[in-house]
């Protein structure tokens, strides 16, 4: 008798779905569904046709997002229609547009597929921006992403891992798992047929070039509980470039007191994206629904570049 792994029976059976002649029509008409009753949440999880490039409408921008298939982001914009999901991550997307506008040098860090980075070009064709990340997949549709766009010159894309100097990560190239990972991690050990060594430099490192230079740096970290290793090894990027950040901050980020006492020896305002705008909050920590962060040095009015901001001490 042929056994075959649950992993290996999922991976067939969506591969069967997404080519049936049909099944184009039945997800645009099914994503209706999840418009007008937004508990059938499970709908967002269903494979999307293959070979089908997601429309983004952001900010007034059309994006377009390729490899639906292995890409959770693209697949989740697909389902919702074109628009980012849940809300706090839009307002996170947009404010990182309206920080573009302005901003020089733009680092994304940990740029999965690519949206900040793309979104940014569209924002900023004049500003550098570098997107690096430690999965070869992720560099791989993110140069797709930014050629299908017209931003491939705009963008410098980097198989790159910020965090503790001098070090290594040890990435699959090939697929691991039916949808790329959104969430590997420097200290995730991947069981690969071929692995390739993955450079890490610190934020500092990659900042040198900048220091003694008028620029206005901004900055999106996406690293999964390694925030902590790109502060401890930038203090001087963040003294002498006082970078605008927009942070995740997981349940498992690590020394996240030494990440809070940083931000506050630098003097910087801490503020989480929620729901319903920006929150104030005097010390960092995981919030359980909300996990991105704005820090900036600047004291936000309570209006800020349209965005809501509200004061709890």
């Given at each position: 008798m042929i056994k075959i792994s649950p992993?290996?029976?999922?991976?067939?059976?969506?591969?069967?779905?997404?080519?049936?002649?049909?099944?184009?029509?039945?997800?645009?008409?099914?994503?209706?569904?999840?418009?007008?009753?937004?508990?059938?949440?499970?709908?967002?999880?269903?494979?999307?046709?293959?070979?089908?490039?997601?429309?983004?409408?952001?900010?007034?921008?059309?994006?377009y997002l390729t490899n639906g298939v292995r890409c959770s982001i693209a697949k989740k914009i697909f389902w919702y229609r074109g628009i980012v999901y849940p809300i706090q991550d839009n307002i996170a997307l947009s404010l990182f547009y309206s920080l573009s506008l302005s901003s020089t040098v733009i680092f994304d860090i940990g740029s999965n597929s690519g949206i900040f980075s793309l979104l940014a070009a569209k924002a900023n064709p004049n500003s550098k921006i570098i997107a690096y990340d430690i999965l070869p997949e992720a560099v791989h549709i993110l140069t797709d992403n930014a050629i299908v766009n017209g931003l491939l010159s705009n963008i410098d894309i980097s198989l790159v891992g910020v965090g503790i100097p001098n070090t290594f990560f040890q990435a699959p190239f090939f697929n691991v798992s039916s949808e790329m990972p959104s969430s590997l991690s420097l200290n995730t050990d991947v069981n690969s047929r071929l692995k390739v060594e993955v450079p890490v430099h610190s934020l500092d490192e990659l900042c040198k070039p900048f220091f003694n230079?008028?620029?206005?740096?901004?900055?999106?970290?996406?690293?999964?509980?390694?925030?902590?290793?790109?502060?401890?090894?930038?203090?001087?990027?963040?003294?002498?470039?006082?970078?605008?950040?927009?942070?995740?901050?997981?349940?498992?980020?690590?020394?996240?007191?030494?990440?809070?006492?940083?931000?506050?020896?630098?003097?910087?305002?801490?503020?989480?994206?929620?729901?319903?705008?920006?929150?104030y909050f005097s010390i960092v920590f995981p919030h359980p629904v909300f996990k991105d962060w704005f820090f900036t040095k600047d004291k936000l009015d309570s209006i800020f570049n349209g965005f809501s901001v509200f004061y709890y001490y």
């Open positions: 992993a290996k029976f999922k991976r067939t059976l969506k591969v069967l779905l997404q080519n049936l002649p049909l099944y184009f029509h039945f997800c645009r008409s099914i994503r209706y569904l999840l418009h007008a009753f937004p508990r059938f949440s499970w709908i967002a999880r269903l494979p999307i046709p293959v070979g089908l490039v997601v429309e983004l409408y952001q900010n007034s921008n059309l994006i230079h008028s620029v206005k740096l901004l900055i999106k970290i996406d690293v999964e509980g390694f925030e902590a290793d790109i502060f401890r090894f930038g203090l001087k990027s963040l003294h002498e470039l006082s970078p605008a950040i927009i942070c995740e901050i997981l349940l498992i980020c690590q020394d996240l007191s030494f990440v809070d006492n940083i931000l506050t020896a630098n003097f910087y305002n801490k503020y989480l994206i929620t729901d319903i705008g920006l929150v």
